[in-house]
């Protein structure tokens, strides 16, 4: 089975519509000055940072953005230095440099410096292409990306691999900090239990995955599998896109290890079920349910940073923080009340919000914002701050005519969509135009916000989101 290597690019890439590249030799000189930059090393010899920077970059692919200021100074190329945030962001989009994602105890996380695979000099080690048989794991058959003709160039590869660092945690060497990345190859952590090594040999990209004995099953799990021959083949042909080859290539697999595997022992690829496992259909992941998972996410981050630093800027007097102010107020925030008919109302805090104002039992001290909700928030605003009122009071629509564009009614907004989007949602999935329009919504309430506070970071907060979401998207 052939694939020809064919991709329609992305007309809108938020990132980059504000400014239009009219030279494209400009950004390959800018590349050439990178590349072929030789150290500038410091007069003392004490100083070990710089020097220590380009080993990194010239032998391990490592590039810092300490070494892009020495390299791009003002004095020899101010063109580069002025524009060099937006000529990193084409070199990332165009997969020729990565930012690598690693584990950390909070999750994944972004490393602050650029891995650029065409500068791997070093040799991958043996055991790292032809590890020993270890009974604690259990491999896929090698998936073979074999390319007609028998050419591949090498910058191919290198994109790929740079695709692949955008999108996977590069692994480790056992205890040290090294990444797992050569000339030629690089180990990738798929989850906890998966790993993928990706290795180039002659005209054949080679995938295997292997996966930790953790339980009864002897082999890789197949759907995940399934989505990294997916993800490799996207960017196989985004990639050859780019650089307007018109190559082809043919899936085989081998049962063999990879130290064995040779193009005349390879299988067509429906002898093996594993990289080609039928998902359900309910459980595809659609525009809809991306639309759903971007707006949710903007709300959690971006409006739930919004509505923490109003509550902090509106402290009650005399208290000189909200901490002081809520732990004065707990008795209101988590008693009943009685009406004047006698009638009992139900605490402003539910009991769950309770144990997450007050994890101390005696209620001694209140736990940090960013530790509340988007409903807890609106409670704590409306009940506890400073923040007057919207035009027609709390627990309305605030008029778009005319607009009400205060504090309080970009508050009850947030409120508003976020029950609209994620909580009240019956299945998780919002069309397109609904996204635009709540997209556009949210938007205007962060201006607002930012109208009044005086402070501009969430609306570049709100953008960034929407960048980084929708490459999520593209490579699903």
């Excluded at 938020?14 to 950004?27: A, E, F, G, T, Y």
């Excluded at 190859?185 to 998966?194: E, I, K, R, S």
């Excluded at 930790?212 to 996207?234: G, H, Q």
Aim: aromatic residues 10%; proline residues 6%.
């Amino acid at each position: 089975m052939c694939y020809t290597a064919t991709f329609i690019q992305q007309n809108d890439i938020d990132i980059l519509r504000d400014n239009i590249l009219l030279d494209p030799i400009w950004l390959i000189d800018a590349l050439k000055s990178l590349i072929n930059a030789q150290p500038n090393l410091p007069e003392n010899p004490a100083d070990s940072t710089v020097s220590q920077k380009w080993t990194d970059f010239k032998e391990k692919g490592i590039l810092h953005l300490e070494l892009v200021d020495t390299i791009w100074t003002k004095e020899k190329h101010p063109e580069l230095h002025a524009n060099k945030e937006h000529i990193l962001l084409i070199m990332e989009q165009l997969n020729i440099i990565a930012k690598p994602r690693v584990f950390s105890e909070i999750g994944e996380k972004v490393e602050n410096y650029f891995l650029t695979p065409c500068m791997l000099r070093q040799e991958s080690p043996r055991e790292v292409i032809f590890p020993e048989q270890d009974p604690r794991m259990v491999s896929a058959p090698v998936l073979c990306f074999v390319f007609t003709g028998k050419f591949l160039p090498p910058p191919i590869f290198h994109r790929l691999l740079a695709a692949c660092v955008a999108h996977w945690p590069v692994s480790k060497k056992k205890e040290s900090v090294e990444n797992l990345i050569f000339c030629g190859c690089c180990v990738f952590d798929l989850d906890l239990f998966h790993r993928l090594t990706l290795h180039c040999r002659n005209h054949i990209v080679y995938a295997r995955i292997t996966r930790m004995v953790v339980d009864e099953a002897n082999t890789p799990d197949a759907k995940l599998c399934t989505r990294v021959r997916r993800f490799i083949a996207l960017n196989l042909s985004k990639i050859t896109s780019y650089l307007g080859q018109n190559l082809h290539y043919k899936l085989c697999f081998s049962f063999s290890s990879l130290e064995d595997v040779f193009e005349d022992d390879l299988f067509d690829f429906s002898l093996c079920q594993v990289w080609f496992a039928e998902e359900d259909p309910d459980a595809t992941i659609t525009h809809e349910h991306m639309n759903y998972a971007r707006l949710s996410i903007a709300l959690v981050t971006v409006c739930g940073n919004a509505m923490r630093e109003i509550l902090l800027s509106y402290v009650p007097a005399p208290h000189t923080s909200i901490y002081q102010a809520i732990l004065a107020n707990k008795t209101n925030l988590t008693t009943k009340t009685q009406t004047k008919r006698g009638q009992w109302q139900n605490a402003l805090l539910s009991y769950d919000q309770c144990q997450v104002v007050f994890p101390d039992p005696w209620g001694r001290y209140v736990a940090a914002v960013d530790q509340f909700d988007i409903t807890l928030l609106y409670t704590l605003i409306r009940t506890i701050s400073t923040v007057p009122p919207p035009m027609i009071d709390w627990g309305f629509d605030p008029p778009f005519e005319p607009r009400d564009t205060s504090l309080a009614a970009s508050v009850e907004r947030i409120r508003l969509y976020r029950n609209h989007i994620s909580g009240h949602s019956p299945h998780g999935k919002i069309s397109q135009e609904d996204f635009e329009d709540y997209w556009h919504k949210i938007e205007a309430v962060i201006h607002d916000i930012e109208h009044v506070i005086g402070v501009k970071v969430f609306s570049v907060e709100l953008d960034k989101q929407r960048r980084r979401v929708i490459s999520i998207y593209e490579a699903c």
